[in-house]
């Protein structure tokens, strides 16, 4: 396996309706809106937490745990633009959808029966504007609930 880096080899969508999460259709994804070129370099973060259980009795002194629940919460930093503000647009609070990650594959491709896809069930928070910056493009930040188990090994179907 050859490394890659993010920039250029990621690309982001929401979806409005996906029928199965596991296997999402080219067809779905493409319906979606493509959002990656709105996203800040640093502005995709998927849920990370990874909760441990203490599995310790007063006997022991060592301090063994097992893996407990998982999950977290999507934040989306975007850049703001003057014309139709698209990305702005695109969230509703409240509204539902998924936001779909796929890496390792240029961004210009289009999706593609057999890629590898991250696929979150999501309902969006109220857009907000971030803090002003000197030399800095105007941007947002919009929060995602996940809202059910993401599948985090989907396969695109034809």
Known sequence: ?????HEGMTKV?????????AAPTAAELTAGTDITTYLTKDGLKVPQSQNMVDNTSLAETFD??????????I?????????????????????????????GVTHATAYAAA???EVYPAQSHQPVPNDT??????????????????ELAAVVAA
Not at 133 to 150: D, R, W
């Open 1 to 5: 396996m050859s490394a890659y880096v």
């Open 13 to 21: 969508s929401w979806v409005a309706t996906i029928a199965s999460k």
């Open 64 to 73: 063994a745990k097992v893996v407990g629940s998982w999950g977290g919460d």
């Open 75 to 103: 934040s989306l930093t975007m850049k703001r633009d003057n014309g139709a503000d698209t990305a702005w647009a695109l969230f509703d609070y409240a509204e539902t959808g998924y936001l779909v990650v796929r890496r």
């Open 115 to 117: 890629q590898k896809v």
């Open 133 to 150: 910056a000197a030399n800095a493009q105007a941007t947002f930040t919009v929060g995602l609930a996940v809202t059910s188990e993401p």
